[in-house]
């Protein structure tokens, strides 16, 4: 995996360390610490952005740090956020003080145009350079579970210390360069202080849309193909596209313990319907498939032999093809038996799936093949 990402322009870093978070309010706590202990600046990117609970205390946090001087960029996605912000936000919170600046992306007019399938999906929060969080989680309170939506809301996150954040904080700047200050010097955002050999691998990585290499299937491929005794995928939508499909079966034909957590309680019912019609030939290939019976699982996770990735990657066209992504690849990590413990709680208050419930009759049948025609945008 390292040689991978490094040809693809992302280093590995053997300092530092990687915690895991089981829950929403777990990280969303980390994060506010994180952000209270801030000298520098602080960078935010998120898909949703909504009002509420979550936010209120991240603002307010938020107008104490810039009061302080602290440097505060926030990036939304102004499709992610249409329906839970007013209209014109980026430019109330630059109102705000001047320590805050703020993009929406890719703003969305009344008109039809292809890049508005361009979404920003990533969630990165980034404190001074030393440390980086990232995975499922949006700013919106059915995170933290402040807000009941599809029974329990389960998501996951880790924080990054070290200079893997550095790679994090890139990816970031990138967007923010293109689109809102060309001019900013981004030398000084980018020395992430030496935290000390620990012996780890971590490698944050991002993906875009607009180059012509899939970074983030890629690294899903080549956990797949690596894999020997055991591979468990946490994902709220299935839509795979052939190789994925082809790689998870081969997995479990020659012997991999492969297991796919998805949800119990859909949030998009033809998604939903879609990920189900992807069960068939996965599960007569001996693959595991469980729905997590609690509620709506929407962490992005893949787990296999002592190597983990947490991040925004759903296993679908959407994350895979459309979207700008971000997530982190570790191994040797003490977090690594959280994250197998916290999978193997999710199996054991989840329903494990068979060939029979995949089972339709014509008109059920018909309609899956139909909406196979649209899995690239669904």
């Known amino acids: 995996m390292s040689a991978l990402l490094e040809r693809l322009g992302y280093p590995t870093y053997d300092d530092g360390d990687v915690s895991y978070y089981p829950t929403g309010k777990e990280l969303f706590a980390a994060m506010l610490d994180a952000l209270r202990r801030a000298e520098k600046f602080v960078l935010m990117e998120y898909f949703i952005l909504a009002g509420g609970t979550m936010w209120r205390e991240l603002l307010k946090l938020l107008l104490e740090k810039a009061e302080e001087g602290v440097q505060i960029k926030i990036i ?22 001047e320590n805050i600046r703020c993009l929406a992306f890719n703003k969305v007019y009344p008109i039809f145009s292809p890049s508005y399938n361009h979404r920003d999906h990533r969630k990165i929060l980034i404190v001074d350079g030393k440390v980086g969080f990232t995975g499922g989680m949006n700013i919106a309170d059915e995170y933290i579970d402040e807000k009941k939506r599809f029974g329990y809301w389960k998501d996951t996150g880790i924080r990054v210390r070290g200079e893997g954040v550095r790679s994090m904080t890139k990816a970031f700047l990138e967007t923010w360069v293109a689109l809102k200050e060309p001019q900013l010097d981004v030398s000084t ?8 050999k620990t012996g780890a691998c971590i490698i944050p990585c991002a993906d875009s849309p607009l180059d012509e290499v899939r970074t983030c299937e890629a690294v899903y491929l080549e956990m797949i193909h690596r894999a020997k005794e055991y591979l468990y995928i946490t994902t709220p939508y299935l839509v795979l596209d052939e190789a994925l499909r082809a790689a998870l079966c081969l997995a479990a034909m020659r012997g991999v313990d492969v297991r796919i957590l998805t949800p119990g309680i859909p949030d998009k019912k033809t998604v939903y319907r879609l990920t189900r019609a992807n069960y068939g030939v996965l599960l007569r290939s001996g693959v595991r498939i469980y729905e997590y019976t609690p509620g709506f699982l929407h962490a992005k996770m893949t787990l296999s032999d002592g190597a983990a990735v947490v991040g925004t990657t759903n296993y679908d066209y959407r994350s895979l093809y459309l979207h700008f992504e971000n997530m982190v690849y570790f191994r040797d990590e003490s977090c690594i038996a959280a994250i197998r413990e916290d999978f193997e709680q999710m199996f054991l208050v989840s329903k494990e799936r068979t060939e029979a419930d995949t089972k339709r009759r014509f008109l059920g049948k018909a309609f899956d093949t139909v909406l196979r025609i649209f899995e690239p945008l669904l």
Not at 76 to 97: K, T, V
């Open 189 to 196: 955002y980018l020395q992430s202080p030496a935290y000390g």
């Open 76 to 97: 939304y996605d102004d499709f992610g956020s249409m329906f839970s912000l007013p209209p014109h936000y980026a430019r109330y919170l630059e109102g705000l003080h």
